[in-house]
T-cell receptor
Framework: DAGVTQSPTHLIKTRGQHVTLRCSPISGHKSVSWYQQVLGQGPQFIFQYYEKEERGRGNFPDRFSARQFPNYSSELNVNALLLGDSALYLC?????????????FGPGTRLTVL | QQQVKQSPQSLIVQKGGISIINCAYENTAFDYFPWYQQFPGKGPALLIAIRPDVSEKKEGRFTISFNKSAKQFSLHIMDSQPGDSATYFCAASPNYGQNFVFGPGTRLSVLP
């Protein structure tokens, strides 16, 4: 079985642009979460979606948005990019948004904002 | 109050030694405490997790010790191997979901 897949692998944007990151969860997983991992730090929670509904939101500005599609894949959108948005963006999927359901992380999308 | 503190920032251990990483939290709503292992270029992978109703959990060479009153928990890696060299993150989740709060990470190097 394929694990969590994310695309693209790497992305370079300039300040002010917008970006869309994509995530395909493990087959059968209905919950997707997004995390931002700045170099040298732990992942920071951005969003969680379950059954296409937003179930949780971290402390990120409104420039960050996400959605989940009927096939449970997800997109993370970031508008008006800032230099500080440069990070590894991780997607994680689980069967349900329950603590005991293990989250499986994808390899991430490395975003560089110039 | 949402922070999880982690120490040390980096750790060097000889092969066969014991690696110990410590974490502390403030938010009493946290009730699930996983540890993740991350290799370069990969996403974090769950290693072991504990709930506060037990003081210790062991899986193979990995043990979590949990002190609820002190709001501290630690990861012990016994018989450390060079293949254990990675960054380790402790995390905590409140009782209403999977919104994990991660510590800043510990870079472990196990020398052969």
């Amino acid at each position: 079985d394929a694990g969590v897949t994310q695309s693209p692998t790497h992305l370079i944007k300039t300040r002010g642009q917008h970006v869309t990151l994509r995530c395909s969860p493990i087959s059968g997983h209905k919950s997707v979460s997004w995390y931002q991992q700045v170099l040298g730090q732990g992942p920071q929670f951005i969003f969680q979606y379950y059954e296409k509904e937003e179930r949780g939101r971290g402390n990120f500005p409104d420039r960050f948005s996400a959605r989940q599609f009927p096939n449970y894949s997800s997109e993370l959108n970031v508008n008006a990019l800032l230099l500080g948005d440069s990070a590894l963006y991780l997607c994680a999927s689980s069967l349900e948004p329950i603590q005991d359901n293990e989250q499986f992380f994808g390899p991430g999308t490395r975003l560089t904002v110039l | 109050q949402q922070q999880v503190k982690q120490s040390p920032q980096s750790l060097i251990v000889q092969k066969g030694g014991i690696s110990i990483i410590n974490c502390a939290y403030e938010n009493t709503a946290f009730d699930y405490f996983p540890w993740y292992q991350q290799f370069p270029g990969k996403g974090p992978a769950l290693l072991i997790a504990i709930r506060p109703d037990v003081s210790e959990k062991k899986e193979g060479r990995f043990t979590i010790s949990f002190n609820k009153s002190a709001k501290q928990f630690s990861l012990h890696i016994m018989d450390s191997q060079p293949g254990d060299s990675a960054t380790y993150f402790c995390a905590a989740s409140p009782n209403y979901g999977q919104n994990f709060v991660f510590g800043p990470g510990t870079r472990l190097s196990v020398l052969p």
